[in-house]
């Protein structure tokens, strides 16, 4: 049953998420424990808005992005419990879902925000969030924002020597989905070994754990080499091509 759920959720948020991992049981569990609508929860690097399904319509705009753009809320669906699962007979009838009252929208949260300003919009009409009680009354406007605090993030170690004893290699880039991979003198420049894995969206990291030394390195990106740019400690061959050096005490 919870297959079930989970792929029909995977259907319905798909759209909202790039850095939370949607695929992880966690998310889902995060899901389906909301039994009324409530206060913005927080789940990594998403919030999570619930509102009563008894509106026909509602959506949700940001005051980062002017409000110029209003997504949509869904239907949370929550699969039917294994005694109201049973047909005329008493036998396990096909698992289903159940509307449970509840709207809900997904959306993960610029790396660069700490706080959300935002409005809802209830069959048409604006209004702050009834379910939080953390507004800001906007003197400008005149209109009152809701609040969503996100909690500090920390931001990945830059390359180079690491406390547990490695290396920390991450890549930012305007895209998702990439192929990323490292190679150096440590693992004989092979460049399919060490793949960065996308941790959030557009960033792509990898810990590699390595004995004190210098180590030099190149990234690969879709099988193209290149540097790290983000690192200016670098070596120079002969022929001009360079490569990156990371110290590890």
């Given at each position: 049953?919870?297959?079930?759920?989970?792929?029909?959720?995977?259907?319905?948020?798909?759209?909202?998420?790039?850095?939370?991992?949607?695929?992880?049981?966690?998310?889902?569990?995060?899901?389906?424990?909301?039994?009324?609508?409530?206060?913005?929860?927080?789940?990594?690097?998403?919030?999570?808005?619930?509102?009563?399904?008894?509106?026909?319509?509602?959506?949700?705009?940001?005051?980062?992005?002017?409000?110029?753009?209003?997504?949509?809320?869904?239907?949370?669906?929550?699969?039917?419990?294994?005694?109201?699962?049973?047909?005329?007979?008493?036998?396990?009838?096909?698992?289903?879902?159940?509307?449970?009252?509840?709207?809900?929208?997904?959306?993960?949260?610029?790396?660069?925000?700490?706080?959300?300003?935002?409005?809802?919009?209830?069959?048409?009409?604006?209004?702050?969030?009834?379910?939080?009680?953390?507004?800001?009354?906007?003197?400008?406007?005149?209109?009152?924002?809701?609040?969503?605090?996100?909690?500090?993030?920390?931001?990945?170690?830059?390359?180079?020597?690491?406390?547990?004893?490695?290396?920390?290699?991450?890549?930012?880039?305007?895209?998702?989905?990439?192929?990323?991979?490292?190679?150096?003198?440590?693992?004989?420049?092979?460049?399919?070994?060490?793949?960065?894995?996308?941790?959030?969206?557009?960033?792509?990291?990898?810990?590699?754990?390595?004995?004190?030394?210098?180590?030099?390195y190149v990234y690969y990106r879709n099988?193209?080499?290149?540097?790290?740019?983000?690192?200016?400690?670098?070596?120079?061959?002969?022929?001009?091509?360079?490569?990156?050096?990371?110290?590890v005490q």
């Open positions: 049953m919870k297959a079930l759920s989970f792929f029909t959720l995977l259907l319905l948020i798909a759209g909202n998420l790039f850095a939370v991992d949607i695929e992880s049981y966690d998310f889902i569990d995060k899901l389906l424990s909301i039994e009324t609508p409530q206060a913005p929860q927080i789940f990594e690097d998403a919030v999570i808005f619930t509102v009563s399904g008894s509106y026909k319509k509602v959506g949700i705009a940001f005051s980062h992005e002017g409000f110029s753009k209003i997504y949509p809320f869904k239907k949370l669906l929550v699969p039917v419990s294994d005694i109201q699962n049973l047909d005329e007979n008493g036998k396990n009838a096909p698992e289903t879902l159940r509307d449970s009252g509840i709207l809900f929208f997904v959306y993960t949260v610029p790396p660069t925000l700490k706080n959300l300003e935002y409005r809802l919009v209830f069959d048409g009409l604006w209004s702050s969030d009834p379910y939080n009680p953390l507004r800001k009354f906007n003197t400008n406007t005149g209109i009152e924002h809701s609040i969503a605090h996100v909690p500090p993030r920390p931001e990945p170690a830059p390359n180079g020597a690491e406390p547990f004893g490695g290396v920390v290699f991450s890549y930012r880039s305007e895209n998702s989905g990439e192929y990323v991979t490292v190679a150096g003198d440590f693992n004989s420049w092979d460049p399919f070994m060490y793949e960065l894995k996308e941790t959030r969206r557009g960033l792509y990291t990898l810990a590699v754990p390595l004995p004190p030394g210098t180590w030099r099988g193209e080499k290149f540097i790290d740019y983000s690192n200016a400690a670098r070596e120079y061959a002969k022929d001009g091509s360079a490569v990156n050096v990371a110290v």
